[in-house]
Structures are given as structure tokens and as C-alpha cells.
């Protein structure tokens, strides 16, 4: 049998106090510390802060020294700054170069390449081989200097431009004369039949006289020459180019030795032109307007419909092949054998 409870043991049960259930365990917690934790008053919000506060927590700028890493308000003060010289980068001037290496490195510019070549022409290659006092290689060093010692910058500055100019001129004053006027001026029977051969070839050379005095001959009555040989040298920098070496060497390989004053060819020609051949006029700028107004095109409202543009635009072309029809009956009416070849290759 199981005993009853003493009255001893039942009073002390109901004064003991209900136990809380296990909670979560914290790690080094004590239950002293946890009493009071509960028992703390709640901390209230921080408030505005007053004027005299701020005053109080700013602080002075802080130097700092090169290496020492920013913190956020150093930062912030170094990038509001109004000052550009604090964000310019203070490098070392390069090395001062000696004399020896400085003409060491010209040296390298003037030596020639594997293939025989330079890298400048061969006019500078030759004012460096001159080591007289005031000659050429010191104003190749007085360049190399103006460049700074820089192999690239003396390099386009020593591309020079070397322009031979060989120019030919003659003046030939004459005029018309008749046979009478040849006769006036005593000319001899000799010239006078040579005169009239080498004009009766040349119908540019003859006119006829305005006042019934028959054929007119060009006689040359005084012929002046002269040539003139330049060399000019342009400095600058340029690019090279390729070009021909018949159109370039053109002038260069041309002998001026047998050159003589006397008419030759077409020269003569050339000088005097022809009278009767009447100047071309220059080509006109084409335009699309101008195209349409010499055909005649209807001006074209960009809003009008389509079935109003119709009537205009065909009227417009019914006219130019009413005019095509015409040429073409025209051409055909043309005899073969008056057609060049290439008139009667598009005839075909």
C-alpha cells in the first residue's frame, strides 16, 4: 500500500513556487547576470543634438602621410577640396642623358640597315658624314637637340621633300602676211616658197584676207627661248608614297641638251592654237533640280495623291519621245558610208 501524504508534506508543496520551463541556455550566462538584465530600465532614444554639441565633437584636420591609408572623413575633405595641385601626380624628371649617350643614340639613327638603306634620306646622311667645325653634323645635332633626343620626332622632321623644277619657254612673235606684204618686207624667193610650204600643210597657219588681198601666211618674225633649272628642298613632315616610276622620273630622265628652238611636231601648234576652234564651255554643276527643270518635270506637292501626278508625268514623257522618234528617224536617214565606226557599231 502506498502511504498517504503528511500534512507536513503537502504544505510545503503548496508553497513552493511554480518552476518556469527550460528555456534556450546561454553560454557563460549566469542566472544572477540574467536578473538583472531583466530588471534594467529601457535606454530612451537619442535626441536631436544641440549646437553647442556639434561644435564641441568637430575636429581638426588630420595630415596625413604618403602611405597611410584614408579614412572615410579624410576622404571626404580630400575630394571637396578646390585645390587641382593636391590631385597632380609628382613624378621624377626623367634621367639628364650624357653627351656620350646622346651621340650614341644619333649614331644609331645614321647607321645603315642590313638591306644598305637609312631611316633618314640620304642628303641628311651626307651633312652627318661632314665633321667639319660648323658643318653638317653639327647642325644635324643642333636638330637632334630641338627634338629633345627623340629618335622618332628627329626622324619626321629629317623627311624631307627634295623638288627638282626644269622648266622650258619660248616666245615666238609673228604675224599674218601675203605674198605682196613678203615682197614689201624683201623677203627672199627661198623663204618666201618655204614660208608657203610649211603653212599649206598646216591650215591653221592660213587665212584669208579681209580685204580681197588673197591668203594670209603665219611668218614668224622673232622667236625667243629660255630654260630655267631649280632645286628646292622642302623640310617638313611627310608620308611616304607610292607612285610610278615612269610619271616620277619623267622630268629627271629628260635630256635638255638637244633641245633646240626650232618648230617641231605639234609644238608650234599648240602655242598658236586654232582660230577657228571655238572655246568648250565649262561643265555645269547637275543638280536634281536642275535636271528636272530642263526636262520639264511637274513640280511634285509631296501631299497630293497619286492619281493627280499621273496625267502631268505622262504628258511629260509622251513629249520627250515624240523628240527621240525624231532623232532617231533623223539618224537613220544618215548614208553608211558617212558614219564613223563607232556611229555604226551603236547603229547595228
Not at 536631436?48 to 602621410?65: D, F, I
Not at 609673228?174 to 591650215?203: A, Q
Request: charged share 30%; with cysteine; aromatic share 6%.
Amino acid at each position: 500500500m502506498v502511504p498517504e501524504p503528511s500534512s507536513t508534506d503537502t504544505q510545503e508543496a503548496t508553497q513552493r513556487e511554480p518552476e518556469t520551463p527550460p528555456g534556450r541556455l546561454s553560454t557563460g550566462v549566469s542566472s544572477t547576470d540574467a536578473q538583472e538584465a531583466t530588471q534594467r530600465e529601457p535606454e530612451t532614444p537619442p535626441g536631436p543634438l544641440s549646437t553647442g554639441a556639434l561644435e564641441a565633437t568637430q575636429l581638426e584636420p588630420v595630415t596625413t602621410t604618403p602611405g597611410q591609408p584614408l579614412g572615410p572623413r579624410q576622404s571626404d575633405d580630400l575630394f571637396s577640396s578646390n585645390d587641382e595641385s593636391e590631385f597632380a601626380v609628382h613624378s621624377k624628371p626623367p634621367p639628364e642623358l650624357t653627351k656620350a649617350a646622346i651621340k650614341q643614340r644619333i649614331r644609331r639613327i645614321f647607321t645603315p640597315r642590313a638591306d644598305g638603306s637609312y631611316l633618314v634620306g640620304e642628303d641628311f646622311v651626307r651633312q652627318w658624314a661632314d665633321k667639319s667645325e660648323g658643318g653638317g653634323r653639327d647642325k644635324m645635332m643642333a636638330l637632334f637637340e630641338k627634338t629633345a633626343y627623340h629618335r622618332e620626332q628627329f626622324i619626321k622632321r629629317c623627311k624631307a621633300i627634295a623638288e627638282s623644277i626644269e622648266e622650258e619657254s619660248f616666245d615666238i612673235e609673228g604675224e599674218f602676211l601675203t605674198l605682196n606684204d613678203m615682197d614689201r618686207l624683201n623677203f627672199s624667193e627661198t623663204r618666201k616658197k618655204g614660208i608657203v610650204r610649211y603653212c599649206s600643210t598646216r591650215p591653221s597657219l592660213v587665212r584669208q584676207s579681209k580685204y580681197g588681198e588673197g591668203e594670209m601666211y603665219w611668218t614668224d618674225t622673232r622667236i625667243k627661248g629660255k630654260i630655267s633649272k631649280s632645286r628646292r628642298k622642302v623640310f617638313q613632315e611627310a608620308m611616304e608614297w607610292d607612285e610610278e616610276a615612269d610619271s616620277k622620273d619623267e622630268i629627271l630622265n629628260r635630256s635638255f641638251d638637244d633641245w633646240t628652238l626650232g618648230v617641231s611636231g605639234d609644238t608650234f601648234q599648240n602655242i598658236i592654237g586654232n582660230d577657228d576652234a571655238v572655246p568648250a564651255d565649262e561643265p555645269e554643276s547637275l543638280t536634281s533640280s536642275s535636271v528636272m527643270q530642263k526636262v520639264s518635270w511637274p513640280e511634285l506637292a509631296k501631299d497630293a495623291a497619286p492619281s493627280s501626278l499621273l496625267h502631268p508625268c505622262k504628258k511629260c514623257v509622251e513629249k520627250h519621245e515624240k523628240k527621240l522618234d525624231l532623232l532617231l528617224q533623223r539618224y537613220d536617214a544618215v548614208k553608211a558610208d558617212k558614219l564613223s565606226s563607232l556611229q555604226s557599231q551603236t547603229r547595228t
